[in-house]
């Protein structure tokens, strides 16, 4: 049982890239936005990025231009691609359905640690 299920963090320095995948259950994924989340020491979960079912992309201001957020509805998978990264880029990320009062929010996974340090 897959539900929601996180990978690709570690431990980058400061100006280097990561890959991190969401591989997620077919009724959670298929038809719904899906977006990626932040949770960083002493700050609440944020939504870094988040795609529609067609592709049609979001992000927060820190993160325009050095993330892409892309989806294979084919594979019920989510990628966040991160470049330029700094340090306070480092959390927990987690995917889960982009937030929207029409239907619930999925279990969140357990997440995917990110460090950027020198």
């Known amino acids: 049982q897959v539900l929601l299920a996180e990978s690709g963090g570690g431990l980058v320095q400061p100006g280097g890239s990561l890959t991190l995948s969401c591989a997620a259950s077919?009724?959670?994924?298929?038809?719904?936005?899906m977006a990626w989340f932040r949770e960083s020491q002493g700050r609440q979960r944020e939504r870094v990025a988040s795609?529609?079912?067609?592709?049609?992309?979001e992000y927060v201001a820190s993160a325009t231009g050095r993330f892409t957020i892309s989806r294979d509805n084919a594979k019920n998978t989510l990628t966040l691609q991160m470049n330029s990264l700094k340090v306070e880029d480092t959390g927990v990320y987690y995917c889960?359905?982009?937030?929207?009062?029409?239907?619930?929010?999925?279990?969140w996974g357990k997440g995917t640690l990110v460090t950027v340090s020198s």
């Open positions: 077919e009724s959670i994924f298929s038809g719904y936005p």
């Open positions: 889960n359905r982009d937030p929207n009062p029409h239907y619930a929010m999925a279990a």
């Open positions: 795609i529609t079912p067609s592709g049609m992309a």
